[in-house]
């Protein structure tokens, strides 16, 4: 009975399947002649390509950089450059000579062996000047440029700036040259796109393309680092070839890779080869105009023990005796925060703006310090390179006592008060080191551990201690936050 009626239910079962899938069809059928969503596809068959019928690109969309044209346009101005130096192998000792003799050449004598090395440039004017980078081409016995249309001639190093890394090559016997055009740093927006050109590997003309991914990056080069950070690829090569934006103007020239990280390269401003390039074409020397200050940053905490309103400019911790600065009424402990009214927002800023004038030019400067707001108006001596560096002076070992700051001083009849000792994880652990000498202590100078400790007394508990000291024969400031008790 049991089965009967199981068996009874399966066929009515089966027996309905038939309706239920006359019922879906119908449903299916009123769905086909709704109007589609926009999620929705209609029942239109898809055509894929076949051979017969090639794949169409689609059109450029309005404002798509027109890259192959730009490349077309510049790219007979890019050079590629061949630099070859002499060196001399080290000399070597046949160690055989002792027992056999001399046989053949000596080995005791000095080889003379070339090197060459690649890079690239642009060449700056009809002239046939070629702009590059001065390691590129150090110490050259002889030059060659390859022009894009095939043409090899010789050059000639026509100047070399070193502080910048930048060089002016003259093409020998050349005609009918293409000539880029130079932007300006003002015109260098973060963010947009770029076009480097050069001759990575010496694989040949070699385009890449990226974006401006910053500006003014100091890669601690020296006192003029001003560096544009692109992601274009830029590999060994590369160095001296130009980056231009979208207009086919140069902006840049590439200079550095970053060899821990890739899709970051670096590039030297425009305007710093157009403030030298005059000069290095006529005389192939670049003179600049010299301060006599020596500078460091202004942060958060020297900001308040001086009692400034923001944390910008350049704080004067030395001048030189008889220099500009010292001439115009400048004196350690000023700040100076602009040039020709040119603000100067970090402390690299100062160095930059005189570097790009010439000796004996006057300039305005903008000072605070003790004596207020002030301009001043100073003569600019000429920057010359100083190859004499005083010897470290080591600090004498006697008993020291310690004033809240994390340090041991003591006095030292030569030198004057020395720090002896510095606490681990004390506030002045990463700004002085043992065998500094205090020079002042608030603004007042102090010659004895006396004095050193009745100044640091004076200073209201809530503002940090302004300290002057001498490291190495150079002076700066240092603002310190005590101890809690």
């Known amino acids: 009975m049991d089965r009967y009626v199981r068996g009874s239910r399966g066929t009515r079962a089966w027996a309905a399947l038939p309706l239920a899938l006359a019922l879906l069809a119908a449903a299916l059928g009123c769905k086909?002649?709704?109007?589609?969503?926009?999620?929705?596809?209609?029942?239109?068959?898809?055509?894929?390509?076949?051979?017969?019928?090639?794949?169409?690109?689609?059109?450029?969309?309005?404002?798509?950089?027109?890259?192959?044209?730009?490349?077309?346009?510049?790219?007979?101005?890019?050079?590629?450059?061949?630099?070859?130096?002499?060196?001399?192998?080290?000399?070597?000792?046949?160690?055989?000579e002792f027992f056999f003799g001399r046989r053949g050449r000596r080995g005791g004598e000095d080889?003379?062996?070339?090197?060459?090395?690649?890079?690239?440039?642009?060449?700056?004017?009809?002239?046939?000047?070629?702009?590059?980078?001065?390691?590129?081409?150090?110490?050259?016995?002889?030059?060659?440029?390859?022009?894009?249309?095939?043409?090899?001639?010789?050059?000639t190093v026509r100047g070399v700036d070193e502080r910048l890394d930048l060089?002016?090559?003259e093409i020998q016997g050349a005609k009918?040259?293409?000539?880029?055009?130079?932007?300006?740093?003002?015109?260098?927006?973060?963010?947009?796109?770029?076009?480097?050109?050069?001759?990575?590997?010496?694989?040949?003309?070699?385009?890449?393309?990226?974006?401006?991914?910053?500006?003014?990056?100091?890669?601690?080069?020296?006192?003029?680092?001003?560096?544009?950070?692109?992601?274009?690829?830029?590999?060994?090569?590369?160095?001296?070839?130009p980056l231009f934006n979208l207009r086919g103007q140069v902006i840049g020239i590439n200079t550095a890779i970053n060899p821990s990280g890739q899709g970051i390269g670096f590039a030297i401003p425009i305007d710093s080869l157009k403030d030298v390039l005059p000069q290095l074409v006529a005389t192939g020397r670049v003179q600049r105009g010299r301060l006599g200050v020596l500078i460091q940053p202004v942060d958060a905490a020297m900001a308040k023990a001086l009692g400034l309103p923001q944390t910008s400019g350049a704080l004067v911790s030395d001048v030189d005796?008889?220099?500009?600065?010292?001439?115009?009424?400048?004196?350690?402990?000023?700040?100076?925060?602009?040039?020709?009214?040119?603000?100067?927002?970090?402390?690299?800023?100062?160095?930059?703006?005189?570097a790009r004038r010439k000796p004996g030019e006057k300039v305005s400067i903008e000072v605070r310090g003790k004596k207020g707001t002030r301009t001043v108006s100073a003569s600019l001596d000429e920057l010359r390179d100083d190859s004499s560096r005083p010897a470290k002076q080591e600090a004498p070992r006697a008993p020291s006592e310690k004033h809240g700051?994390?340090?041991?001083?003591?006095?030292?009849?030569?030198?004057?008060?020395?720090?002896?000792?510095?606490?681990?994880?004390?506030?002045?652990?990463?700004?002085?080191?043992?065998?500094?000498?205090?020079?002042?202590?608030?603004?007042?100078?102090?010659?004895?551990?006396?004095?050193?400790?009745?100044?640091?007394?004076?200073?209201?508990?809530?503002r940090p201690i302004l300290l002057r000291v001498r490291r190495d024969g150079k002076t700066r400031f240092v603002a310190i936050d005590r101890k809690s008790p």
Not at 115 to 134: K, P, Q, W, Y
Not at 335 to 345: L, S
Not at 419 to 434: F, M
Request: glycine content about 10%; aromatic content about 2%.
């Open 32 to 96: 086909r002649d709704e109007k589609p969503t926009p999620t929705q596809t209609t029942g239109a068959p898809m055509v894929l390509p076949t051979a017969s019928a090639p794949f169409a690109a689609p059109p450029v969309l309005p404002g798509t950089p027109d890259v192959p044209a730009l490349v077309a346009a510049v790219r007979p101005s890019v050079v590629n450059i061949t630099s070859e130096t002499e060196v001399q192998r080290p000399m070597t000792v046949d160690p055989f």
């Open 111 to 155: 080889q003379v062996i070339k090197r060459r090395a690649l890079g690239s440039g642009f060449i700056v004017d009809n002239a046939g000047h070629v702009a590059t980078n001065a390691h590129v081409v150090a110490d050259a016995t002889a030059v060659r440029v390859k022009l894009a249309d095939g043409r090899e001639l010789p050059a």
């Open 167 to 169: 060089a002016v090559l």
């Open 176 to 241: 009918d040259l293409s000539f880029v055009s130079l932007g300006s740093n003002d015109a260098i927006n973060v963010g947009e796109y770029v076009v480097a050109i050069g001759n990575p590997f010496g694989l040949g003309d070699t385009v890449t393309m990226g974006i401006v991914s910053a500006k003014g990056r100091e890669l601690g080069a020296g006192p003029y680092d001003d560096f544009i950070q692109t992601d274009a690829s830029i590999n060994p090569g590369n160095s001296g070839g």
């Open 321 to 354: 005796p008889g220099g500009p600065a010292v001439r115009a009424g400048i004196e350690p402990g000023d700040v100076i925060v602009a040039v020709e009214g040119t603000p100067i927002v970090v402390a690299h800023d100062l160095p930059r703006q005189i």
């Open 405 to 462: 700051l994390g340090v041991a001083i003591a006095e030292d009849p030569r030198l004057g008060v020395v720090i002896t000792e510095v606490d681990q994880g004390a506030p002045a652990a990463g700004q002085l080191d043992v065998g500094d000498v205090i020079v002042e202590v608030d603004g007042v100078p102090i010659k004895s551990v006396r004095e050193a400790a009745e100044r640091i007394r004076k200073v209201p508990p809530d």
